[in-house]
């Protein structure tokens, strides 16, 4: 890895190079064939991928070859439970929820309240088990049909992935996963069986099904390594390999390359007041000039400015944010204003989602794929 | 390990030293004072204590103590389902059943049908799976009270252990489990966090009643690694510590520290017809002399016989066993007749635990912990 930025599915530290990224993972740039294909199969590309959020993939275009074909596909993603929802966590789901409406997929959604407990010194499966729950309420809320998505809490709904698990974790070495994800003598034995159970998911709906069904893994580009040895004992074990689309990493408010959900201020939750939104939108990092002055005469810089992004990710409108962009790049509007306008989306965006988060509550065990199953 | 003798939970080499391995272990030899302690409190000391099978121990004194005192305690034994159950596997179930029978406590067995897919190379989930259901049989075949015995199989029954397994596994490091089991780089990721499910069934009594729950584990003395490691950590997470109870290896028909059950003269099978029985037995390596003019001359030596110790095994009466050692000593008896005298004794002890075996068909779902926390 370049010693400018440093990737894991645990931390990302500086600034990343996506295209070095790529590089490094082995996987590919979406290309304009492949997104011209989906587009003429759904009857839109979506915004997310349409503006490059969404940038990389293994075999994405093999899964359009199935869908087109006619043949069974699924969707898969997942969350580690670490925290309350922000809202760059909703934007993979929003995409996930676009391919269950545009191609009538499943979803099957993995909580890793496992792996948070493990990855954390200070964490209780208290904590992480309960977060699983309040984070499942936020990706019921964006109105995935009960009969399309399938939440499994690992610690819960272990028996559903044990077996496959097993079968994974078989060919998976002590020196294939330190290799992968860095781990060393002091990781701990629950982390180092981990991989498998994420693993594991990939391979669910083919069991399930009792045939082929191919597995599209939508998620940020750091988790290609558990997708990458996926890929590598898929066959083996008699499964399809599975195909991934990766987003880059959502920037902090305070324009680091990753929001964080352990610092506060780095980020927007779905359970924030609007007081602490507007605070945390007022207060953020943008490509603005120091004065409103230099602002108005030189212009702003939207291509690195969180501001911009977060109006990218949460307004499907392309006309509204090439307005955004002349309008910043020509110093007509100041940062001010546009975190202004900023405010006024996000605000709009949660009102509704918390509403249909609170309707969720009665009903996550409608969408559990152990209650499903028994 | 001295250089003559090695012995891990998945194999055993050469001549095993068993005071060599206690220091090297660092568990206790049995003395007079806890085996009178614990004859004085269950009416009789078993044969299989008495006569030295059963040699050592952690913390034995302070389950009998635990037990004056009127406070809750359970056994927990196990088996690795990798083949059919030898009559060697029995004997420490037979001390089991006593446990149950004189101290009316409840016994908690495993069946480790995960570890035994992970560790050959060549089995399958099927397979590993189909000997738990098989060996629980042979287990059930020796009488013990529905509401006394717990059967966990693993691969389907996780989910009652893999909390309690995540706790264990975050305390177990990948250098502690290298350390204490020999593995290396090569090693699956599904060995490596199998102790934590190993050591999680110790603790699981105390999960269950929701208070402190003593637990004595009676096994043979090749798995006090894994209870080592959980006696290491049992009280960070709030356990009390395991107690433990081992036994030697049972030797195999042709001489070797162990029987195998991977190899088929070497043991005798619950599931071997009455010729095949015999066959082994006349086959059997002892401690006679080469011809019986030399045997009725010198006398053969017992201690070293595997004929002889079967009949310690499975004859709980001192007076016979007395009277073979001296005969044996004394040049009275020939090896064919000892031979021909244990193989009646093993085939009418086999003929009561066959029929049980069989009548335990229908019935196992009623000893399954799972069905009963349903």
Redesign the interface.
Known sequence: MSEEFYVTPWEVRGKVDYRKLLEKFGAKELDVDVVNRLGSMAGEVHYLIRRGFFYAHRDFDKILEVAGRGLPWALYTGRGPSGPVHIGHLVPWILAKWFVDRFGVELFFQMTD?EK??DDEEAT?KETNGYAYENSLDLIALGFPQDKLHIIID??D??VL??I???V???????A??ATFG????????L??F??LQIAVAFLPTELRGETVHVLIPAAIDQDPYFRLARDIAETLGYPKPATLYSRFISSLRGESKMSASVAESAIYTTDDERSIRVKIMNAFTGGQPTAELQRKFGGNPDICPVYEYHKLFDPNDKNIGEIYENCRGGHILCGECKALLFDKIKSFLKIHVEAREKARDKIHMYRLSAKLR
Do not use: H
Request: no cysteine; net charge positive; hydrophobic share 40%.
């Open positions: 496992d407990f493990l499966l610690t819960e272990i028996g044990y077996k698990a097993l079968k974790a078989k060919k998976l070495t002590w020196s996963v330190r781990f060393s003598d002091s990781t701990n034995t629950g180092i069986f991989p498998s």
